[in-house]
């Protein structure tokens, strides 16, 4: 019997696998502004509505004109919580006086930039480049984000791009100079970029519209091919990120149009996402596949699966047209297709190492130890699967992976903190979400519930 079908020998290995990256976890370290935000996360995992009020206060934080305006806001939006925590309720007596607000104000204010810079490695590539050598120091590779949601002028979109472009040169002239860390460089398929950016069509173009693919594709590939051509010059990875639904299929037709060209046939190195909370993923991931070990590039298609980041949006949109969601609606439907197209990549990639590279993408402690397992059992070697985490909220567990000698990679956001002010909250919504393993985690869930199946 296959051993990656035999489900008691899998579940084994999976709890093997989980229970050695837990001994790879660090020890935790406390900071006094950290628990603070640790606190306030865990409280708001059991009141939707403070959960609520903090995410508006984030929100509005970059738009408040004095410390004084800010804890105002927050006065009002903890107002609406019916049976506020203590601190809360100490918060909003002290916005009570103009003294009061001020000190308030400071303390937000702190608390904010604090929690942004969990997750974002710096306001731009330069002010981001000692913390890209930290990561690649402690083995840790990273992917480098730029902040910024949709381009809605062609004046948004000629910056973005020419961001990306700096992002690109600084970062490739950044990571010429660090040392060895053949872990990160090198797989079956050959050697790993170790500069990496990741990229959203959207910002590249205002003119993408599901009834009008042709006209933004068009607008888009004009300010995406001088960026493949930069990054196969300085040997860099691009990676396309997946955004929402809509915009799916313009996306994937307009990097295949690109990575047809003879031009690209040489390089770079590039990647795509595929979302497993959509239901038609296990087709679009084998489409994905198909084009890679058709196409006449001699670099592989890196293939990074997620769960997901924008389930609301997509719920709510159908919701609104009368139609049926595109994704699986509870979270273990979404988390068992996660697994099946794990097995399912990983598989291709062992297959066809000089066609597709497969990217892990989870802070779920089952869900990476059931990929790391199905590939051992199958005979694939650690040097074939990269795990990647989100900066900030996936830190120890990248850390754990890189301490089991396995590849890890941290994708991290770059931007000033109004840009990112979307990406915090939705990755908030990702730390509080109540059927999170994060949440579950900071709360002392046992490891075997940790690890039991979806």
């Known amino acids: 019997m296959n051993t990656t079908t035999d489900p008691a020998r899998l579940e084994r290995e999976i709890e093997a696998v989980g229970r050695d990256l837990v001994d790879h976890y660090p020890s935790p370290v406390r900071h006094p502004i950290r628990a603070l935000d640790e606190r306030a996360i865990q409280l708001s995992t059991r009141d939707a509505a403070l959960r609520a009020a903090l995410f508006r206060l984030v929100d509005v934080s970059p738009a408040c004109r004095s410390l004084d305006d800010l804890a105002r806001h927050l006065a009002a939006f903890a107002g609406e919580v019916d049976q506020p925590a203590a601190p809360l309720g100490a918060a909003m007596r002290a916005a009570g006086t103009r003294a009061g607000r001020v000190a308030l104000g400071a303390a937000v204010a702190g608390g904010v930039r604090h929690m942004a810079h969990r997750f974002i490695a710096g306001p731009d590539p330069q002010r981001a480049l000692g913390e890209l050598r930290r990561l690649w120091l402690a083995g840790i590779a990273s992917s480098v984000d730029l902040l910024g949601e949709a381009a809605v002028t062609s004046a948004e979109a000629d910056h973005y791009a020419d961001r990306c472009r700096e992002a690109l040169e600084t970062t490739s002239a950044a990571a010429a100079r660090y040392p060895p860390r053949p872990v990160l460089e090198r797989d079956p398929a050959g050697a790993l970029p170790r500069a990496n950016l990741s990229v959203k069509v959207t910002a590249l173009t205002p003119l993408l519209r599901p009834d009008a693919p042709r006209r933004g594709a068009d607008d888009a590939a004009g300010r995406l091919r001088p960026l493949l051509c930069l990054a196969r010059d300085l040997d860099a990875h691009l990676h396309v990120d ?23 046939r040489s390089g770079p190195s590039i990647g795509i996402v595929v979302q497993a909370y959509l239901r038609d993923s296990p087709a679009e991931l084998e489409r994905l596949v198909a084009w890679a070990e058709g196409s006449e590039r001699s670099s592989p298609l890196t293939v990074r699966l997620v769960k997901g980041a924008y389930w609301d949006h997509e719920v709510v949109e159908a919701g609104q047209h009368g139609w049926k969601p595109p994704v699986f609606e509870l979270k273990p439907e979404s988390d068992r297709n996660f697994e099946r197209l794990s097995h399912r990549l990983l598989e291709r990639a062992r297959e066809r190492p000089a066609s597709v590279r497969a990217a892990i993408a989870s802070h779920n402690l089952r869900s990476i130890a059931h990929a790391i397992a199905v590939h051992r059992l199958a005979g694939g070697d650690d040097a ?33 903190l109004v840009a990112g002010m979307a990406y915090l909250v939705r990755r908030l919504l990702e730390n509080t979400a109540n059927e999170s393993f994060l949440a579950d985690r900071a709360q002392g869930t046992p490891l075997d519930e940790l690890l039991a199946p979806p």
């Open 242 to 264: 997946m955004e929402s639904f809509d915009t799916r299929e313009t996306t994937l037709e307009l990097l295949f149009a690109l990575l047809d060209e003879a031009e690209f």
């Open 384 to 416: 074939g699967l990269e795990v990647q985490v989100l900066r900030g909220l996936g830190d120890d567990l990248a850390v754990a992976l890189a301490g089991a000698g396995l590849r890890a990679r941290s994708y991290c956001p770059v931007g000033d």
